[in-house]
């Protein structure tokens, strides 16, 4: 539960390295307590006038996380090599989707970090086809990967938080959704190791998303073909002689594909359906290449070539002779459904841009002696994205929270993604439209959210709400 209270200043960050030979419970509470001491100090915070709600959120973040820390180190022994799960929300007694004092702390940090930092580079990262280092240094600040860990790994979540993820997702790609999904790309692989991955594979590629600089890593899922099923990729893995798995195939529209230390490549195994396996950067037949697209051009697009790609059979996520439960069919494609969350919710948090900066635009803007937004076509269409915006965040919220109690979600994600699709496409274009000429230039964003919105129709996998 969250506390009034709050320490009136928080310890400047300290650049001394720690000690060999720390015990377990050093390791483990070190991250989220470097994490604290660094965002409270941070100057960032202080120019964004994200002080008060940045410390609240932090400390009370660092607090669950300290305390799950104290125990860690008899969990890690009495459990080891069980990895761990999120449980799924208790029923509520009634649906509400109002947000809780906890979600508002960190919707109100992210959309202040969203409007104070994002914004402002969204133009140049999407003409350099490129998320600056700099931006994802500040995003790491926030510490949302500790967000999405259970505590027994060193992070602060206790339950899924889908609802939580996506209005993060939302506030996030307010500011710009190519930053948005460059900044989000690393949650993807975090959450799919929390949700399939073995106690091996957490324990050696966690911790990795809490150290002191960023992580990069991406999940790759869309192919470069008409008619794109996720459920059927045609990218393959084939068993090699050694146990190890050998990959063939190409993906496209992968974020952070440049920077990327780690990639979770969806293929097909013959007999089995599609299955996710980790690859790490430099491995001998990845290629990566570059692959700037109309929208999205911010969150460095690339696509990947599998040429002969081998692995370790520890590479597959789970331990690949469990049941569908764990790394079956119905579970990637809850994470294909997951991911459609997320998107419907970065159509949501684009659209809400748009809404935002045609009213007073329309309003200052003058054509006969009186304001456009007096005409009744003007304002009629600003009411109606108005409307179908509050209809797209009603059914991703809706499928968010089935998604949080383990709960059937795959027809209320698909029907989010469809009224997301098609909305948001419409809203990008009536907010060009209402700034007339000027919405043809790159004088004002409403184009590049346009060509973002577009990209809601198309895109698969990559982020995962």
């Known amino acids: 539960m969250m506390t009034s209270k709050t320490p009136s200043s928080l310890p400047r960050s300290s650049k001394r390295k720690a000690p060999p030979g720390r015990s377990t419970f050093h390791?483990?509470?070190?991250?989220?307590?470097?994490?604290?001491?660094?965002?409270?100090?941070?100057?960032?915070?202080?120019?964004?006038?994200?002080?008060?709600?940045?410390?609240?959120?932090i400390y009370e973040s660092a607090k669950a996380v300290t305390k799950a820390a104290k125990g860690a180190a008899g969990m890690l022994s009495s459990k080891m090599g069980e990895p761990a799960r999120l449980s799924a929300r208790a029923e509520p007694v009634l649906f509400d989707l109002t947000p809780t004092e906890e979600q508002e702390l960190l919707v109100d940090t992210v959309r202040q970090f969203a409007e104070g930092v994002i914004r402002p580079a969204a133009a140049e990262a999407d003409r350099a086809a490129l998320p600056p280092s700099e931006i994802l240094e500040r995003a790491h600040e926030l510490a949302l990967p500790a967000l999405a860990i259970p505590e027994s790994l060193g992070g602060a979540a206790d339950a899924q938080s889908v609802v939580t993820n996506a209005l993060v997702i939302e506030e996030l790609a307010r500011g710009d959704m190519g930053l948005a999904l460059a900044i989000l790309a690393p949650l993807a692989v975090v959450h799919a190791l929390v949700d399939l991955g073995t106690h091996e594979q957490q324990t050696h590629y966690l911790p990795r998303f809490l150290g002191e600089k960023p992580y990069a890593a991406a999940f790759a899922l869309l192919e470069p073909r008409p008619l794109f099923d996720p459920a059927a990729p045609r990218s393959g893995a084939v068993r090699t002689r050694d146990g190890g798995w050998e990959l063939h195939g190409e993906k496209s529209l992968v974020p952070l594909g440049a920077s990327a230390e780690l990639f979770l490549i969806a293929a097909d195994v013959r007999g089995s359906g599609p299955k996710l396996f980790l690859v790490e950067k430099g491995t001998p037949g990845l290629v990566v290449e570059p692959q700037p697209a109309m929208g999205l051009r911010a969150a460095g697009l690339s696509r990947i070539r599998l040429d002969g790609v081998r692995v370790p059979k520890e590479a597959l996520l789970g331990d690949g002779t469990e049941n569908a439960a764990t790394n079956g069919r119905a579970v990637f494609e809850r994470i294909v459904d997951r991911s459609r969350i997320g998107w419907g919710a970065m159509a949501a948090g684009t659209a809400r841009a748009v809404l935002d900066y045609v009213i007073p635009y329309c309003n200052d803007r003058r054509a006969f002696g009186e304001p456009v937004s007096n005409r009744q076509s003007v304002?009629?269409?600003?009411?109606?994205?108005?409307?179908?915006?509050?209809?797209?965040?009603?059914?991703?919220?809706?499928?968010?929270?089935?998604?949080?109690?383990?709960?059937?979600?795959?027809?209320?994600?698909?029907?989010?993604?469809?009224?997301?699709?098609?909305?948001?496409?419409?809203?990008?274009?009536?907010?060009?439209?209402?700034?007339?000429?000027?919405?043809?230039?790159?004088?004002?964003?409403?184009?590049?959210?346009y060509r973002d919105l577009r990209a809601i129709g198309v895109m698969e996998g990559a982020l995962i709400a």
């Open 27 to 57: 390791r483990v509470a070190s991250g989220p307590l470097r994490l604290l001491t660094t965002i409270g100090a941070a100057d960032l915070t202080e120019r964004l006038g994200l002080v008060e709600p940045g410390r609240r959120f």
């Open 379 to 449: 304002a009629f269409m600003i009411a109606d994205i108005g409307i179908e915006l509050e209809g797209m965040r009603l059914l991703v919220l809706r499928a968010a929270s089935l998604a949080e109690r383990s709960r059937e979600f795959a027809r209320e994600a698909t029907l989010a993604r469809v009224q997301c699709a098609t909305k948001g496409m419409k809203i990008g274009s009536d907010g060009v439209g209402l700034l007339g000429g000027h919405g043809f230039i790159k004088d004002h964003p409403v184009e590049r959210w």
